[in-house]
């Protein structure tokens, strides 16, 4: 069918791409979504890159250099994708923008599980004359339901290596490499069938010839009842209240067991001592280890010892319940409560993930159908979703005081999604895509690619969460000890404790606030107020400006007027909301008590 | 894609759409609309299907195609019909 020789085209492989200013080869992986592409990319590489189970997480993709031959190429995980030809969304334009580049070479991802869908779309890939090597995934799963894969006959019809791998165990990936080698440096010249019609059916040929299954009784349908209502939306209400007593029980544990007493009795007891054996000058003493802001003690316990816990928890349980895929089944539980609200149930994914961080939350919206869909989730994420930052706040200020009242802040903050997502949805009226998408089966995690996604994720918030937060903190010790707090404490009285009814050092976590969403509530810790202030306080941090950082982000993703617009209503809403709550509870209890 | 009169048939009122399928009950797809992504979900002409499950509030069906599991729009569901 095809023949592959050293042919003309010589000229092609000498053209180098233009990346940066730097000259590289590249080899793409391409492939159908949710095939193993990330995780493949990570054993060749080595180095991090995200592996997720839900279709779209790959819009962005991840390069990194990988070794042939002696020669550095780089290796670039392109979009999921199905189809090459008149791209429908963003993944698909990028992928064929990649290809249209004419990599070096191709790893083609074939899905042992979707094998009509793969094989349709590696013809479209073979078009394009680039060497390509197959590698023939999931076989595990393919075995376990009785099928098997002719793969000599795969590779004498499209005269390509077709090399069978585990990519989550990592099992045969050396061997693609091996036939990467090979064939690299190769002119080739594959026939493929180019109309779409004649693809299909060649398509539907093959698959007739080279897989043989065994009809076996539980297919895919042994896991249908987590996609129907019963017991669907019982069982995903009651995995969420799992996760959520997890990241809470299990940050709590890391933080009250091991961080605070280890900075309590390790590191804060040197810092102390070293620092007064250095200077003598009170103002400096206070603002490095002073009792408010004292900024190698505060700027360490925070972000470290305070806040860390709930990432590290959180995150371990996101990445699971990703790996598994299990989160595309809430979506469709929940799609047509969300069409309500012209968003489709895609849009869970991004709103769980803003409990984790604003800002990959707001990315993750590109995943979405729609620009309408985007702004909407981005500003719900914004208004309503506190991120786990704010959350781990959240539980040392209210949830050890009352439990009752920790929940009702979750419970305020998914009325206020709808709402603002009610709102969001008559300001930009537009009409729902139709929701088209593949379940994927469901899956063991495998425990090196989480255990390298959880650190993975942990490092960016040390990078770009925990950095910046050591950083506001100093600004704030400094201003702090030259009495810069009080005269602005002053300034904001009547909002401050006119309006919101709170004392005037309430002020500081409003201004720190707009730097970072947890400072907004922490310094709430060392004031002294009742229950009822603090949840004022709480209410007024969860509508409140987010930080500083998903602000830029969004400005970036949309654009400055949305940015800026998004800041403005946030902060309003926030004191109108605080002051509401203060002045409802004053009156309530005057009334009744 | 052939049109759906090529398709012999015995009685008209064998063809449905697949959004009135009940839960368990398979069919063959017998006219489906031109879409790349239904194609490559392998939402194709003479494919097999079985309703798995129906969702609320206007949710999406979710189909087993090829031992996959796609979930389709209702309204798209109604678009494609199946002889059972």
Redesign the interface.
Known sequence: MAHCGPKKQRRRRKHKHHFGGDTHKTILLMG?PNVGKSAIFSRFTGLDAMVSNYSGTTVEFYEAPMTINNETYLLKDAPGI??L??P?DDAERVAMDMMKDRPEAIVFVLDA?????SL??LMQVLEYNIPTVVALNRTDLMKS?GMTIDRSLLQNRLNVSVIPTVALKGNSLDLVKYALRQTIDKEVQYTVPTE?KDR?RTVEELNEEAVKTTPRKN???R???L???FP?IPIALLVLATMFAFVIGFGMGLRQFLLLPFFNSLVFPYIRQGVEALTASELLRAILIGEDYGFLIKGIEWPFALVLPYVISFYAMMSVLEDTGYL?RIA??????F??IGLS?SSAIPLLLGYGCGIPAIMSTRSLPSRKQRLSVAVMVCFAVPCVSQTGAFIALLAERSVFAFLFIFFVSIFAMVIVGLIMDKINKQSVP??????P?LLVPAPKLLSKKILFRVRHYLKEGAVPMVVAIFFAAILYELGFFPALGRALSPVVSGWLMLPEAASTPLVLGVFRRELAVLPLLDLDLTTVQFFTGALVALFYVPCIAMIATLAKEFNVKTALLVFIATTATALFIGGLFARGYDAIMMLFG | MKPIDTYPRTQSFDIENIHSLSRGEEGTISDVPE????????L?LGKRV?L?????????V?L?V????????R??AEKITIRK
């Open positions: 159908l199905y189809n030809q008149n429908n599980i979707n094998f009509e869908s349709h779309l339901r779409n299909w297919g895919v349908d896991f249908a009842f996609a129907k209502p669907g595309p469709v539980l929940l799609d047509g409560v069409k309500k149930g139709f929701t088209l998408m593949e379940l089966p | 879409m790349s992504l239904l194609a490559s979900l392998g194709r079985k798995l499950s129906k969702s609320f509030a206007g949710g999406p979710v087993s090829d031992d996959r599991s796609i979930a389709v729009d309204e798209l």
